[in-house]
């Protein structure tokens, strides 16, 4: 059974700081991981993915670090900014399942001024 | 850009009433999806469809219907809503092969059933 785990339901940073939100998976082959950002009243919206090819992927102030060793991702945001204030969900792909995404229960980032 | 676009921002139904909730998408995308959203639960998957008049069930697919008679528009159907069919319904779609699999999201229907 596969699984997507974001073990931190919240998060409180200070602004300018680094945000990390962390994500752990149980299935040992994947495609890709996206993490999406969801502000209340809308749908997510896509942020950044990696590929089980590479262990870090970076996007502006957004870098997603995989370790394949530990089944584990982590989506650093540097310098975080008030805006970041949002839901946080990590997703597993499945390219042999018609491209559905495996999600995680989200991870709520707070950040404060 | 990519559009979906879902018929309601908000609804309220009463137990027992059939409720039908619209999505529609304009990049012709072969995927779409239905989601719902709870607190503490993440996205779970309702139904999907990979093509027209297809489709298939997700993980929680009791108590709804779907239907995909064109390509770009994917209906939900709650046969007879209950209290806890209560939630935030998200509508998705993505292109079939896409290589990251990017699923894009309308901006959901609040559903309250009392």
């Known amino acids: 059974d596969q699984q997507v785990k974001q073990n931190s339901p919240s998060l409180s940073v200070q602004e300018g700081r680094i945000s990390i939100l962390n994500c752990d998976y149980t299935?040992?082959?994947?495609?890709?991981f996206l993490w999406y950002k969801k502000y209340p009243a809308e749908g997510p919206t896509f942020l950044i993915s990696?590929?089980?090819i590479k262990d870090k992927n970076e996007d502006g102030r957004f870098t997603v670090f995989l370790n394949k060793s530990a089944k584990h991702l982590s989506l650093h945001i540097v310098p975080s900014q008030p805006g970041d204030s949002a839901v946080y969900f990590c997703?597993?792909?499945?390219?042999?399942?018609?491209?559905?995404?495996?999600w995680g229960a989200g991870t709520k980032l707070i950040i404060k001024p | 850009d990519v559009k979906v676009t879902q018929s309601s921002r908000y609804l309220v139904k009463r137990t027992g009433e059939k409720v039908f909730l619209e999505c529609v998408q304009d990049?012709?995308?072969?995927?779409m999806f239905w989601y719902r959203q709870d607190p503490g639960l993440g996205l779970r998957l309702i139904y999907f469809s990979y093509d027209v008049k297809m489709k298939e069930k997700g993980d929680i697919p009791e108590g709804y219907s779907v239907s995909r008679e064109k390509k770009e528009r994917f209906s939900l159907i709650l046969e007879s809503a209950s209290t806890n069919q209560t939630s935030m319904y998200l509508c998705a779609s993505s292109l079939y092969g896409g290589r990251r699999g990017e699923q894009y999201f309308g901006p959901g229907t609040r559903l309250t059933v009392t």
């Open positions: 997703a597993e792909l499945l390219m042999d399942s018609n491209y559905q995404l495996i």
């Open positions: 990696i590929s089980s």
């Open positions: 990049m012709d995308h072969e995927n």
């Open positions: 299935n040992s082959m994947f495609d890709y």
